[in-house]
DNA sequence: CTTGGCACTCTATCTCAGAGAGTGCTAAAG
DNA sequence: CTTTAGCACTCTCTGAGATAGAGTGCCAAG
């Protein structure tokens, strides 16, 4: 299954006027495109190796070929080459991302930027293993009634809240109290640690203190453990520019469209994606089945991680159409993970790393 | 352009039949269905009178008739008697809502329900008019260099948060003592008095607070000015469901259903709508080119306002088709609206109020 | 190995005719 | 004056050819 050159150019050929077009190409147009003195007939017979090697094939006997995943999937490892962004698009997306904001909105306009510039969706998941992050204030605030307001914040400056009910009435004194020692003694610790201290804490402070202490344990589980609360599962994936995917062609079937969009609702099926491409560096393509999410059939995935202080957090990346325009999308998706990389880790320098 | 009782009947059933299966009524099915006894010819007189009126319109010469806007407002008007609700599913808007959940989080449960109860695309504006909401709790943490992280939780619970650059650096302890400063003595205040009293102080504070009372001002502002900050704008509207709309066949048009995803993504007009309905008390309705915003050109809109405490601070409703059943979406939206009202009061009770 | 030529296939589009649905009008009946 | 039956008319929808266009596969010659 090894190509040799000249039918990787007219693969190469094919799938860029393809990709640019929307239309089946045939021999004659490949013929004159290529930029090689072929007669339409030699390459009709290269189409037919092609065909049988699973890379194209024709929607009917007498229309041209359109590329398979499997030829999109060669095209992508081997054949594309990068197109440099446009500098002032660039430029833009600097500015943007590297201007001061909390982690949240930081998140949402990553996501926002990437579906405005590729003209197709962005999703962003937002870190994860905060595990690891250290601990940086807690607050309670009495409400009404037991209800207790918690509100974590963590080193990166991201803010958690959660209401718990008491099983008494706390003073604001008490409260406050009790934040303010919280936050003497343990800022800056990791969450891990604050939560092994306060377990041991509990087995020796007065009664009240117990209390509060059995309450910052279930607030910092709460608010940090992933597969505790559906909240924070989904509250974890931020998806962008949905509407820019009603005017493809390909998805122009509404079951199709209404699956697209569901599963963006849900979330699941497309964490478990960027959690899975997570785990491998730099950029991760999913060509239609490949993602094997029944609602992405038509689609194409690029994702890239994205990290803070050098670790792995979390993955971005650009949903579309498998006929999209890889190429801008592929570095637009490398370069925007650098950028918010830089733009959350501490000092905000940009770091370099190879795709 | 009074209608007699047989033209109201005849308008009724056949609105009723559109509704239900989407197709034009001819004048046949219509005489059978309308529970006259009256033959075919006589109710083609009737919809000749109707279509004078401009109530109903064929879409070409031997088709039946369907409904015109101003006939969907005639029925909503005077001839739809509201459906009352399945019992069970008003239970289980009341378990969903009535029980503990910080007001945000209640905010999106309840657009969510919305959407899943009609099938169609639910909304939610979040509560407005903080202005005089009381403030309950501030809290400033320093984050890296000087970006200063500023939490303030109103009366409900709302947790608002945003990062400020400050002129210097502040220790932990500065800004622990200005919170409890703070807290102590404003908690409860209203917000506009919370603001005055700053203003006020900072002319005769040390130097130090003076900075620390300038931060709260203006993060008093931008959490709360509802034109101070685009976020507060745009955050402030929820909605959800959406991808309710893609199957409706009324909007198969690609054209028409981007300009409507393109709408909720915007938002602004949508909360301008909102805004407007948020004046008149009980239900409100926009049907088709009423609500003057043209990706709503086949859509209508169901809102109801909803109160805290008695005042109205919001306004929630649906979103679909002209075409929808408007019977059980009014109801709907109407009891969804009280029971986010009791939901969102102090003390849970069920506010009884017509419609 | 490449190329020109040719028969073949499949789609897309147009037209045409017939069926079906529903109307408007008229004239007669209540 | 209102209601009804009857009838001609209009419009859409569907399926059947017919035709043009695009592109293929294969063969035989270069």
Redesign the pocket.
């Known amino acids: 299954m090894t190509l040799n050159v000249?039918a990787e150019i007219l693969l190469k050929t094919l799938i860029e006027r393809y990709i640019a077009d929307g239309?089946?190409?045939?021999?004659?147009?490949?013929a004159r495109q290529a930029g090689l003195?072929?007669?339409?007939?030699?390459?009709?017979?290269v189409?037919?190796d092609l065909?049988e090697m699973g890379m194209v094939r024709?929607?009917?006997?007498?229309?041209?070929?359109v590329p398979t995943e499997l030829g999109y999937r060669v095209f992508v490892d081997t054949l594309l080459k990068i197109k440099p962004l446009n500098t002032s698009e660039v430029q833009k997306l600097e500015h943007e991302l590297l201007s001061n904001q909390d982690p949240q909105q930081l998140i949402e306009n990553t996501s926002q930027l990437l579906s405005e510039i590729c003209k197709l969706t962005g999703i962003v998941m937002a870190p994860r293993r905060e595990e690891q992050l250290a601990f940086r204030h807690i607050d309670f605030v009495s409400l009404s009634d037991r209800r207790i307001l918690v509100i974590l914040v963590t080193q990166n400056g991201q803010v958690h809240n959660r209401i718990l009910q008491a099983e008494r009435e706390y003073s604001s004194s008490e409260l406050t109290q009790a934040a303010n020692y919280f936050n003497e003694t343990y800022s800056g610790s990791s969450m891990t640690d604050v939560r092994r201290a306060l377990l041991h804490e509990i087995q020796q402070d007065s009664e009240d203190m117990q209390r509060i202490m059995k309450l910052a344990v279930s607030m910092a589980r709460a608010a940090i453990d992933p597969d505790d609360e559906t909240k924070a599962k989904t509250d974890d994936l931020v998806v962008s520019g949905e509407s820019n995917l009603i005017d493809i062609p390909e998805l122009g079937d509404m079951r199709k469209l209404r699956k697209l969009f569901d599963a963006f609702t849900t979330k699941r099926d497309l964490l478990q994606l960027l959690d899975q491409s997570m785990r491998a560096g730099g950029v991760k393509i999913f060509i239609g089945s490949e993602s094997g999410c029944e609602a992405l059939a038509d689609c194409s995935l690029v994702t890239a991680p994205y990290t803070v202080d050098g670790r792995i957090v979390g993955t971005l990346g650009v949903i579309g159409p498998t006929r999209m325009a890889y190429e801008q999308v592929i570095s637009m998706v490398d370069i925007t993970a650098r950028l918010l990389s830089s733009a959350l880790s501490a000092g905000n320098r940009l770091e370099s790393s190879g795709r």
């Open positions: 000249r239309q089946p190409v045939g021999s004659r147009t490949l003195e072929l007669s339409s007939a030699t390459v009709r017979n189409m037919a065909e024709a929607p009917h006997t007498s229309a041209g070929r």
